[in-house]
């Protein structure tokens, strides 16, 4: 029951050594994950003790792969040093790159995104809390103890949204919950996560979360019209936006009618989604269609 992270992942942390890195990485590993090492090229060699699990530092991602046969990095380098690192795990063949960081240039996004593709590399964010695979593997900052397994497929634009829902759904649980990130340019899309649980025979029902801004929702709205079969319920942030203000999430650039969430709930509705207004009322269509054997 998962896309792109199972149990048998094999997880390098990326800036392990950090505060942050050594913070969520001791929360990756009591959630299971199977984290075969950090990556600093300064600390090769170390061993870090994380509670009751020695982690071993490598100088590189490539060390690292030769080592351990890791299939997954996850990223917490500062913004400057993003690009590099994510190049370097594509460069090692790394197969999945998810990137915590946030601030990053959306140039360099851009370059290691596209970089990314031709290796081979599926990048998950920047400026994204990672995915989970309950009772399996966690890879970023997503709280592990909010949900179980479960036959619902959730993708979001928003970090805090994808922890509401996945709580709000704790009795039915999850496959996989993939946070996407919210900035202009992310890796891994709408599109990508809705084929993936397209394709989940696990996976029954999809949830997805959105965002003013852009016009993401919209493109996976025309994707759904077309392709997905499951049911999907879907939720977009942003309905209280005063018209005419610049919004604090670096996507939610707002163009007219274009972006607006009402647009967005339009295009979804159109293409058989049901949408929510809140998350709680997206819960309750969650429910209802389980309760009525749709999904």
Request: include cysteine.
């Amino acid at each position: 029951m998962a896309i792109y992270l199972t149990k048998e992942s094999k997880v390098l942390v990326q800036g392990m050594t950090g505060g942050e890195g050594m913070k969520h990485t001791r929360r990756m590993l009591a959630a299971g994950t199977d984290i075969v090492g950090g990556v600093n090229p300064r600390k090769a060699g170390r061993t870090v003790d994380l509670d009751d699990r020695a982690v071993p530092v490598f100088g590189s991602v490539a060390d690292g792969i030769r080592a351990t046969g890791a299939d997954v990095s996850v990223v917490f380098v500062p913004p400057a040093f993003a690009k590099a690192a994510v190049v370097e795990a594509a460069d090692a063949g790394i197969g999945l790159a998810v990137v915590i960081t946030e601030g990053i240039p959306v140039h360099d996004t851009v370059a290691f995104t596209a970089y990314a593709r031709t290796k081979g590399t599926r990048v998950i964010g920047p400026n994204c809390p990672g995915l989970i695979t309950p009772g399996q593997s966690n890879a970023g900052i997503i709280p592990a103890d909010i949900t179980k397994p479960g036959p619902v497929g959730l993708v979001s634009k928003s970090g805090t949204l994808t922890y509401q829902l996945m709580y709000e759904l704790r009795d039915l649980g999850f496959s996989t919950c993939v946070g996407i990130g919210g900035d202009p340019v992310v890796g891994t899309t709408h599109i990508d996560c809705l084929a993936a649980f397209q394709d989940d025979p696990d996976t029954e029902l999809i949830v997805l979360i959105g965002e003013i801004g852009g016009d993401a929702e919209e493109r996976a709205a025309a994707y759904i019209r077309e392709h997905v079969t499951k049911p999907v319920v879907g939720y977009v942030a942003g309905f209280t936006a005063p018209e005419g203000r610049t919004m604090g999430h670096a996507g939610a650039i707002v163009s007219g009618s274009s972006g607006t969430a009402a647009a967005k709930q339009e295009a979804l509705k159109a293409a058989g989604v049901r949408v929510g207004r809140t998350p709680t009322e997206t819960a309750r269509l969650v429910r209802a269609l389980r309760d009525r054997g749709d999904g």
